[in-house]
């Protein structure tokens, strides 16, 4: 069983729409968590990063983590198709070098 | 903005060449990686570094090998190309000041061994 479980899509929305995008994990140790976005034929970029359990907020962008459930959410509102992305999760324990990925959500955003 | 660049971003190349897959970095991070992506697939870490002379090997095994003698430099090399060894490069590097593993990532290298 893999320690980062996350549905690879492709999801595809209209513009404007709501999205959520989720990971599981079974490592119980994990306190970091990510989301990065990987636009075709590029690397991935940080977009979001979170401490324990709780919401961020950044612009259009919300993360939230459970880690009773040890499940980890990001959510895009007025979703562009500038969206249009793979979305990884990613997640560390404490101080330690492992960064353990999922395998990335392919999101499509349709005019 | 992250500044940590990789070279070339495609290659195709014969079996039996050897080649390196360059990484440098602008920001001065004493960590960095090298992880390979196939479609589909999750990021494998296939080596690190903590700074200058430091090499780990990561948890997904590779036929690669890597040095680190500058900080900002952090090249990848196959001595002898396979068709197995077709994927995409990543590299990235952290601060180690943050924790939780807080990567930063080139733009990749696609490599395909014919």
């Known amino acids: 069983q893999k320690e980062v479980e996350q549905d690879p899509g492709p999801l595809s929305v209209p513009e404007g729409a709501i999205v959520s995008l989720n990971c599981t994990y079974s490592?119980?140790?994990?306190?970091?968590f990510m989301w990065y976005r990987q636009y075709s034929r590029k690397g991935p970029e940080l977009l979001m990063y979170?401490?324990?359990?709780g919401n961020k907020e950044d612009g259009r962008f919300t993360a939230q983590v459970d880690k009773s459930s040890k499940y980890i959410s990001l959510f895009i509102r007025d979703s562009q198709p500038s969206d249009s992305a793979t979305y990884l999760c990613?997640?560390?324990?404490?101080?330690?070098?492992?960064?353990?990925f999922g395998t990335g959500t392919r999101l499509q955003v349709f005019p | 903005e992250a500044d940590i660049y990789q070279t070339p971003r495609y290659l195709v190349i014969g079996t039996g060449k050897k080649i390196t897959l360059e990484c440098s970095q602008t920001?001065?991070?004493?960590?960095m990686y090298w992880y390979q992506q196939d479609p589909g697939m999750e990021l494998h870490l296939i080596h690190y570094?903590?700074?200058?002379?430091?090499?780990e090997k990561g948890d997904l095994s590779s036929e690669s090998t890597v040095s680190r003698i500058r900080t900002e430099h952090f090249p990848l090399t196959l001595e002898s190309a396979r068709p197995s060894h077709t994927s995409q490069y990543l590299c990235?590097?952290?601060?180690?000041?943050?924790?939780?593993?807080?990567?930063?990532f080139g733009q990749g290298t696609r490599l395909t061994v014919v």
């Open positions: 990235a590097s952290s601060d180690p000041r943050d924790r939780g593993e807080k990567a930063f």
């Open positions: 490592n119980s140790a994990f306190q970091y």
């Open positions: 979170t401490y324990s359990s």
């Open positions: 990613a997640m560390s324990p404490y101080n330690t070098d492992k960064l353990i």
């Open positions: 920001m001065g991070h004493d960590k």
């Open positions: 570094s903590y700074g200058v002379n430091s090499t």
